[in-house]
C-alpha cells in the first residue's frame, strides 16, 4: 500500500510539474524578449555537470535499493570494496551527491541575482526561479527522506520488509525528482 500511494501522491507531483512547464512556455511565447535577454546569462556548462551529479545519485540510489531489498543493511567488507557495500553507504553517497547539486543550484542562483535575473525582476526571473527553486524543495525533501530512512537502519534491531519497502518508496520519489530535472534541464538550459 505505501508504494501504491507514493505513486498515486507522484502523478499529483507530475501535475504540479505539469503546470509549471505550461507557466514556463506561456510566458516564453507572451515576451521572447526576455528569453533573449536572459537566457545567454545561464551557465550551460555548468548546468550540465550539475545535472550529472543528479543523475549519478540517481545510479547511486538505485544501487541502495537493490542491497535493501537483499536485506544488506551496511557493508560486508572494507569501505574500498564498493561491491559489498550495503543500503547505508549507497544512500549517503545518493544523499553527498543531492547535497552537491543543492549547492550547485545555490550558486547558480547567486551568479544570476548578481547579473540582475531575479524572482521578481521580470517574467523570465520569476518562472525561473519558480520552477528550479520548486525542484530545489523538492530535492531537500528527498534528502530529508534519505536521513530518515538511514536513521531507521540505526534504530531498528532487525532490518524488515517494512524498512525496505521505506528505502524503495524513498528511490521512487528520487527517480521521479531526477527525472522533472532532466525536463526542466532541456526546456530552460538547451532549448534555451
Known sequence: MVAVGTMVWLASELMFF???????????????????ANSPLLDV?????????????SVWC????????AGQVGRTGGLLEFKKW????????????????????????????HEGVTLSSDSYGSIFYLATGFHGIHVTG??????LILGRTFTTRRYT?????????TS????????VWIAL???IYVLQ
Open 18 to 36: 505539469a503546470a509549471l512547464f505550461a507557466m514556463y512556455f506561456t510566458l516564453r511565447a507572451n515576451v521572447p524578449e526576455q528569453w533573449a
Open 45 to 57: 556548462r555548468f548546468a550540465t555537470i550539475n545535472t550529472g551529479i543528479l543523475v549519478i545519485s
Open 62 to 69: 538505485q544501487l541502495g535499493v537493490w542491497k535493501a531489498e
Open 86 to 113: 550495503g543500503m547505508r553507504e549507497w544512500y549517503v553517497l545518493t544523499y553527498i551527491f543531492g547535497s552537491i547539486f543543492i549547492a550547485g543550484q545555490v550558486y547558480e542562483y547567486a551568479h544570476l541575482v
Open 142 to 147: 528527498g534528502l530529508i527522506a534519505f536521513l
Open 161 to 169: 520488509h517494512a524498512q525496505a519497502t521505506g528505502a524503495v518508496v
Open 172 to 179: 521512487y520519489y528520487w527517480h521521479f525528482v531526477d527525472v
Open 185 to 187: 534541464f532541456f526546456t
